[in-house]
């Protein structure tokens, strides 16, 4: 976001006080953006809320890629246990900082935490369907992957479409829709 010439601010936040050396680190990108970390402290919600209202002020842009990610013997209940919070306490902030800005939830399982920010809004009364988001581009980069593999292509240079949902049961990539037209062995597909 800092190298785009669209980005005149950019302001990083996590509860987690390493984040003022993120923004220090991307505020020396070559690039007329200005950058600022804000950092909370889990122990302390008071300090973290005015943490995440001042870097949310002004903003006409939210990417929140926060959470937890799964691990080792996680399932899917016990990742939405714990960024379903974190997204809920963060979309509270834009509700009353920012709420004309537009939203974009990377947090997993997305699927999942795009419902619970919409519910936030409405009860803030500010939700507006066309500024929130729910970024899944993971999943077609992925099959990208993959499939250039298989069809020994640049993947940079292919376009797997993928429908359903945002786990590994429900991603469907539509095979017949790769662009350019690849072909696969039954035991590649």
């Given at each position: 976001?800092?190298?785009?010439?669209?980005?005149?601010?950019?302001?990083?936040?996590?509860?987690?006080?390493?984040?003022?050396?993120?923004?220090?680190?991307?505020?020396?990108?070559?690039?007329?953006?200005?950058?600022?970390?804000?950092?909370?402290?889990?122990?302390?919600?008071?300090?973290?809320?005015?943490?995440?209202?001042?870097?949310?002020?002004?903003?006409?842009?939210?990417?929140?890629?926060?959470?937890?990610?799964?691990?080792?013997?996680?399932?899917?209940?016990?990742?939405?246990?714990?960024?379903?919070?974190?997204?809920?306490?963060?979309?509270?902030?834009?509700?009353?900082?920012?709420?004309?800005a537009m939203v974009c939830i990377i947090s997993n399982p997305v699927n999942s935490t795009v419902p619970i920010a919409a519910e936030?809004?409405?009860?803030?009364?500010?939700?507006?369907?066309?500024?929130?988001?729910?970024?899944?581009?993971?999943?077609?980069?992925?099959?990208?992957?993959?499939?250039?593999?298989?069809?020994?292509?640049?993947?940079?240079?292919?376009?797997?479409?993928?429908?359903?949902?945002?786990?590994?049961k429900t991603i469907l990539p539509i095979l017949s829709q790769v662009e350019p037209k690849v072909s696969l062995s039954e035991e590649?597909?």
């Amino acid at each position: 976001l800092a190298t785009s010439p669209l980005c005149a601010r950019l302001h990083t936040y996590d509860v987690v006080p390493v984040v003022n050396g993120v923004g220090v680190d991307i505020s020396h990108i070559d690039s007329n953006c200005v950058v600022e970390g804000f950092a909370g402290d889990f122990k302390d919600k008071e300090v973290s809320k005015q943490a995440l209202y001042k870097a949310l002020e002004g903003m006409d842009v939210v990417v929140i890629p926060a959470g937890v990610p799964r691990k080792p013997g996680m399932t899917r209940d016990d990742l939405f246990n714990i960024n379903a919070g974190i997204v809920a306490e963060l979309i509270e902030g834009v509700a009353d900082v920012c709420p004309k800005a537009m939203v974009c939830i990377i947090s997993n399982p997305v699927n999942s935490t795009v419902p619970i920010a919409a519910e936030v809004l409405k009860r803030k009364g500010c939700y507006d369907p066309k500024r929130l988001f729910g970024v899944s581009t993971l999943d077609i980069v992925r099959a990208n992957k993959f499939v250039a593999e298989k069809a020994q292509m640049d993947p940079t240079k292919i376009n797997v479409f993928c429908i359903g949902g945002h786990s590994g049961k429900t991603i469907l990539p539509i095979l017949s829709q790769v662009e350019p037209k690849v072909s696969l062995s039954e035991e590649d597909i």
